[in-house]
């Protein structure tokens, strides 16, 4: 046979070969005992298969990871119709923690539209690979998930550190139990307790018809219990795709094990194949300390000592067990908080007060976590805002600026009554406001609308409460975020500026450097953009832009058409360079205000808005103006003249080094 036949031969059988195997390989059912090299998985993270097949998600060394194994091949739905959604898959897996009885975090059967997870940046712990906090909960996720979780975590409803549950869209489930098995043999229900070390196997199965999920646990030496432990009804028409991808995926937090899986069938058009349990491949070994005995007589005294460990191992053990019991109110606590203790508030406290941080009860969300209502024993309302941390960088300082802030006393700021501090989150009590931030009140047609005499109430209290950061504490505070949103209204709907989040202070005497643009977009000054050092006057910028916002009702940057915005601060001096300033009040007011306080809140907002911080008036001046103790310059709104407020409007003079404190580093965490 020539050269040229035989490469001929040889591509009809390679692609004979191939077309045999990929009509063997039907695509939307495969069974794997263990998952050799010619097993169609994807795996990402700290996923490793080892020599025997074995697919290891995780393992005991590294904290805070994640691991993936998906088949690599799509898996068809007909979503056509709800009935030719059924499958069904059964596994076998165990959990090996990295010391007894302390696992972390947990793993889940996926279905899922991606099977790259790993990329689509899902976060580790307690979010199991799943999700991450800004997509957990959405319906566009379109993720089926049955975890096997061996934490609590209270965020998510958790009922205990050994479940099992279905997840749609959320890692809060959609029904969950303990993990159990129902005995045939016996009758009853037996715990079953994932991180035992041995494996479990697990059937899963859906019925498209009769829209029922069910999931049954047991050890590998029981055949399937007749009861399953989850049977729930739900419609996934809404959540499988038509094109979707099944896998495993686990994390580790803080706390690590081991999460293995063994065998694997799956089937879409009918049940899943048994798994043959001889065929798996074994677990590795698990080291086990042995007592050297080579001399006879030491053996005794090896014996003893041996014992005595194993002794104080058992103690150690049960007093972790009791750690771990109690850790639903664990907190950090150091050694140089106790200084600051009247401030400090117990976790159990925060937790009761706000029945244990339940959905419901959220009453704002930030970019740093979420703000929760509640009421103390003393029948106190009080707003819980959990700020979530990963660095300990700074702590310390964060907490002794957060009592100084805490420190701080006027009736126009939101009272900040104390803090919590726990692994990898702050919790900061305030004073509760029963009538929400202004930003809603303006902005929403809730009717009557806000008086004229409310608001101009409002912006006093509000300039006399900046001015107290700015001149009349210990410290100068700079505010950083000053808007609407950030003002909250009291029960008399009094104006109280809250939300220190980005707030930082610094001695009288000192010059800011600050490093990192913070405030928002629209409010911030022109200056601090270019040159990004923050000042008083930078909030000066700011509380014009306030002030102008409260009295036209308008939005510092509104869309006008479908590409142009139109500029709060522009607008209005529009109306003022045409002689009609007074036409740039709110509409919603009818004409019902005092027009000489109209105009001078106008016009001072235009002044403090002024693009130069030299041209803007400080805190002290706007007072005086705001309580008709001064008049405003007369300046034509055309006038090239900077206004003649006095040249002491910066705060800081002089050049020692400033106190910096790192309240940013550890907030915008996670932003
Ligand atoms: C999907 O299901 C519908 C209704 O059962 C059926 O008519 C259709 O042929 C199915 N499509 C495929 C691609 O199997
Ligand atoms: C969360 O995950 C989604 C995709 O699933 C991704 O687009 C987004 O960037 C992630 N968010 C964060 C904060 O990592
Ligand atoms: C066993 O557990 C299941 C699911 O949690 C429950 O519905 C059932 O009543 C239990 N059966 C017995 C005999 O306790
Ligand atoms: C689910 O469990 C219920 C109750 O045991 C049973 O009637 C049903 O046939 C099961 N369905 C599937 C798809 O296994
Ligand atoms: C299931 O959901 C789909 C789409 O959301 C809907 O068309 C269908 O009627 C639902 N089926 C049942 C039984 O609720
Ligand atoms: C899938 O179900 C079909 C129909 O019951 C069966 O013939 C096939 O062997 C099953 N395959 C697997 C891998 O479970």
Redesign the pocket.
């Known amino acids: 046979m020539g050269a040229a036949p035989r490469s001929f031969c040889f591509c009809v059988l390679l692609c004979a070969s191939f077309i045999f195997s990929a009509l063997a390989q039907d695509v939307n059912q495969f069974i794997y005992h263990g998952f050799n090299e010619d097993a169609q998985l994807q795996r990402d993270g700290l996923a490793s298969v080892h020599s025997n097949g074995l697919l290891q998600l995780t393992n005991t060394v590294s904290p805070q990871q994640e691991g993936h194994a998906f088949y690599r091949l799509p898996i068809k739905f007909n979503t056509s119709s709800s009935e030719s959604l059924s499958f069904s898959s059964n596994f076998v897996f165990a959990i090996v923690p990295e010391l007894l009885s302390f696992s972390g975090q947990g793993m889940a059967f996926v279905i899922s539209p991606s099977k790259d997870l790993g990329k689509?940046?899902?976060?580790p712990s307690e979010y199991l690979g799943l999700?991450?906090?800004?997509?957990n909960g959405q319906s566009t996720?379109h993720i089926l998930a049955i975890e096997l979780d061996t934490v609590q975590n209270l965020d998510f409803d958790d009922i205990d550190d050994n479940h099992v549950g279905i997840d749609v869209n959320s890692l809060i489930s959609h029904e969950s139990a303990p993990a159990a098995y129902f005995s045939d043999r016996e009758g009853m229900n037996k715990t079953l307790e994932l991180i035992i070390g041995d494996p479990i196997q697990i059937w899963i199965s859906y019925d498209g018809a009769e829209k029922l999920l069910n999931v049954t646990l047991a050890p590998m030496s029981i055949p399937k219990p007749t009861k399953p432990l989850l049977s729930r009804a739900i419609n996934l028409s809404h959540i499988l795709l038509e094109t979707m991808y099944v896998g495993f995926s686990a994390s580790t937090g803080s706390l690590k094990s081991s999460h293995y899986v063994l065998g694997w069938s799956f089937n879409r058009s009918g049940p899943a194949l048994n798994l043959d349990i001889s065929s798996l491949p074994r677990l590795p070994h698990l080291p086990r300390p042995r007592a050297k005995a080579n001399d006879k007589p030491q053996l005794k005294l090896v014996i003893s000592v041996s014992l005595i460990a194993i002794l104080v191992v058992l103690i150690t053990i049960g007093a972790a067990v009791y750690i771990v019991r109690n850790k639903r109110y664990e907190e950090v606590y150091e050694d140089w908080e106790r200084e600051y203790g009247p401030q400090r508030f117990t976790y159990k406290d925060l937790y009761k007060a706000t029945k244990g941080f339940k959905d419901k009860d959220v009453i704002g969300r930030g970019g740093f976590g979420k703000v929760y209502r509640g009421v103390l024993a003393s029948n106190v309302q009080i707003a819980v805002k959990k700020v979530s941390h990963d660095s300990k960088q700074g702590i310390k300082e964060f907490v002794a600026e957060l009592v100084s802030m805490g420190r701080l006393r006027h009736r126009n700021l939101v009272k900040l009554r104390g803090y919590c501090r726990r692994k990898g989150e702050f919790l900061l009590v305030y004073d509760y406001m029963p009538n929400g931030s202004l930003d809603k009140i303006l902005h929403t047609n809730i009717k009557p609308c806000l008086n004229w005499y409310q608001r101009f109430r409002i912006i006093r209290g509000v300039a006399s409460g900046l001015l107290y950061l700015h001149e009349d504490w210990e410290q100068v505070v700079l505010h950083r975020d000053i808007k609407p949103a950030n003002v909250l209204l009291d029960a008399d709907l009094n104006g109280k500026l809250g939300d220190f989040g980005l707030a930082r202070l610094y001695d009288h005497d000192t010059i800011p450097q600050t490093t990192k643009l913070v405030g928002t977009f629209g409010y911030m000054d022109p200056e601090l953009m270019r040159t990004g050092k923050a000042s008083t006057s930078t909030d000066v910028y700011a509380f014009g832009v306030f002030m102008l916002e409260v009295a036209s009702g308008r939005r510092p940057v509104e869309q006008q058409g479908s590409m142009e915005t139109v500029n709060l601060v522009d607008w209005v001096c529009d109306y003022w360079k045409k002689g009609a300033i007074l036409d740039a009040s709110d509409s919603r007011l009818e004409g019902t205000y005092e027009e000489k306080q109209m105009e001078l809140v106008l016009k001072l907002g235009l002044f403090c808005s002024h693009p130069k911080p030299e041209a803007r008036p400080n805190m002290r001046q706007v007072m005086q103006y705001l309580d008709g103790d001064a008049t405003l310059p007369d300046i034509p709104p055309d006038s090239t003249v900077i206004a003649p407020f006095s040249a002491s409007n910066d705060a800081f003079s002089g050049n020692s080094s400033a106190t910096m404190s790192t309240i940013d580093s550890i907030l915008t965490v996670?932003r």
């Open positions: 689509a940046e899902a976060s999700f991450n906090a800004s997509n996720n996670g």
